[in-house]
């Protein structure tokens, strides 16, 4: 692995390819870490064997306090050196002589850590829908076990934006005296239209009739139902003004007419205009890489995020943080709304907490701390 | 039909209830009008034999010059008395007293008017997918032919939300001398984000078996991808901090529990929040009521809807218009959002044209116009 490689890994949200140019540092190591027990689930249930995938980069140093964990969104993978590359760019957040970066596959994810395809050692047979709820507390709990086997106690630095700024928040919260700094982009527990989005994108596996309850064979997944729950998160990962921009009322590039008596799917259908061109390219993309239960699984994470669920006042949840937070919303952000987060930081910091809020003026909605990486960086520093 | 009639008929957008109290006039008749020749549409094809289904409130006046054309919006019906009984009410914009109110089911619908599951008249078998594409002008023209037969030349007023303010301004468009004022609400042609919403909707139907490409059987229609598709239509007709105030990250009502072990559908789906429970239903109300074909026909209406296509600058297609335009933006609408909407009465009122803008604060989305008449009609008095 130890090698550049190309820019064709799933980043997260949108997946924004970098700009060209830009370098793609490779892994130092990429592998599984297997937990020693049964990792109790706060839903209530155990999972047996859990295995985590993980990419590092760079070298830890003599003193063990150069680790950085950067965690990943809802379609990410542990690779971030391909999917957020610019943050490894000469100057930028993170750097490969000085930093130890760290990024481990989510529970319940495709690329390799325990997930719904994953076999169940009680069976004998994958989980399917009988995979769990995973929270984010689970992931983080998980995650500190796998950098104990690395001996690193402390990270000087833990972000992510999206599913990954809820891990970094969480980390902080869930182990005080291990977090320096947290940096939590575009993120704050759901609100009701972004839980009506995710409903939707649910909606659309589960009405697939492949889907079959969850168990599904592997060469036979919800490939229509997957591809609609990812053009439905498209929408959601971008803006209005930005689809205006690219797309406008312009009719397919390839051609169709969208008022033609030419038509694709008889007169009911008629020719695509080219932002539905983009939406279907985006959804035959998709199901070519990522698992439609593990989509299922990912959301189900996303939508129960909400640090104070069941656990205390906010002063008793965010009073305990001693890391300092930056908070980043995005302009254009619908799905996590930049005032949500910057209330979200209101109230963390009206718990005596240090946490810092910056705006991102960008039109790439949520989507803009992959597509935009220079700007955000320009942010942080 | 000439009874007080229940407020349950199809609204047209997000189908808001009026308040308990509102009279719902009902129809002095209700009927249907069989255009004498075939109708020559602008997609080029003709359509034989076409019904219009069409309701009146009131009575003609000997002047003839009492008559009001009310256009309804995507799955509405002719009874606008039933869905928007609050423009009838003392003092409002529309007297039963004084104003002969017609309405017409538009062309592609399933509410008596010609469209996909009507017999074409030439291959004795249901249009299905070979329903052609009928434009917003075909429509209107479609209708002037019934209010000739009417007797009505010139319509004092011809007013509507969404879809029915595309054939309200068509209409003043089209024919000029036979409209004096026109109230376009919520309305300009889509933009992006709008065409993406429409082609989401088109793919939710499309991707169930059941469409079976247009030619299902009656008793056996797509029912989950008409739902799914009224689900993401919901989430347009509706804002955020709409859906906040109502749903926020409320459990579903039903006593489901997002975090629960007890589990709907294993434990990749679990409980609901209260936003998806509405949508479900929301789902579940329209596949009893609307045919997913009719549905596809209206969404292609819709989109490719622009005056200017095709038909000349703005100055020669807009400099014809003779009637008085009041423009009404919501400013909560992110389907149609306001500000389109005003920088398209702009547009028309740089052609030499009366066009007011007025704008309508609510939190109620592209739907306000049939969730909050009251204010509604507030503003156009």
Redesign the interface.
């Known amino acids: 692995m130890n090698v550049m490689t190309e820019a064709s890994t799933p980043a997260g949200a949108g997946s924004a390819v970098p700009g060209a140019g830009t370098k793609i540092p490779a892994p130092t190591y990429e592998g599984d870490f297997v937990l020693d027990e049964h990792l109790l689930l706060e ?3 155990t999972l047996a064997g859990v295995t985590l995938h993980y990419a590092v980069y760079g070298r830890l140093n003599a003193a063990r306090d150069n680790a950085v964990l950067v965690c990943h969104a809802l379609s990410g993978s542990a690779l971030v050196g391909s999917w957020w590359p610019e943050v490894f760019a000469p100057g930028a957040v993170l750097s490969l002589d000085h930093d130890f970066v760290i990024c481990i596959n989510m529970l319940g994810s495709c690329y390799g850590s325990t997930g ?1 395809g994953s076999v169940n050692p009680e069976t004998g047979e994958p ?7 995973i929270s984010i507390g689970d992931n983080v709990r998980a995650q500190a076990q796998l950098l104990d086997s690395l001996g690193i106690h402390r990270l000087r630095l833990v972000m992510g934006g999206s599913l990954g700024g809820m891990q970094a928040l969480e980390w902080a919260v869930r182990f005080p005296d291990r977090v320096e700094r947290a940096v939590i982009i575009a993120v704050a ?5 972004g ?3 995710n ?2 994108q ?3 596996i ?4 492949e889907w079959a ?2 168990n599904y064979l592997p060469q036979r997944p919800p490939r ?2 997957l ?2 729950a990812r ?2 998160a498209m ?1 959601s990962y971008k803006s ?1 003004p930005l ?2 921009e ?4 312009n009719p397919n590039r390839n051609g169709e007419d ?4 030419d ?1 694709l ?6 020719g ?5 061109g983009y ?2 390219h985006q959804g035959e993309r998709f199901i070519d890489r990522f698992d439609a ?1 593990a989509y ?2 990912i959301l ?1 994470t996303m ?2 995020w ?1 640090p104070l ?2 656990q205390g006042s906010a002063e008793e949840v965010f009073g305990r943080i001693q890391a300092r937070l930056i908070f980043v919303g995005i302009s254009s952000d ?1 799905l996590f ?1 930049a005032e949500a987060v910057r209330q979200f930081a209101h109230t963390i910091r009206a718990a005596g907490v240090s946490a810092d809020y910056r705006h991102m003026t960008s039109d790439h909605g949520h989507d803009a701390f992959l597509a935009e990486q220079a700007e955000l960086l320009r942010l942080l520093q």
Do not use: E, S, V
Not at 127 to 133: C, I, R, S, V
Not at 258 to 261: I, K, M, N
């Open positions: 839903c209530g249930r719904p989980y399917g829908a009988d995979f769990p709820l527990p759901l609100n009701a239209m839980l009506a989005l409903h939707l649910r909606q659309a589960q009405r697939d009739p309850g969850g229509k139902g591809a609609l053009q439905i929408l209005a689809f205006d690219r797309y406008g009322r969208p008022w033609g008596l038509d799917g008889g007169g009911l259908i008629g695509r205009f080219d932002i539905a939406l279907d239960n299922l699984a189900r939508d129960t909400d669920h069941g619908w709304p």
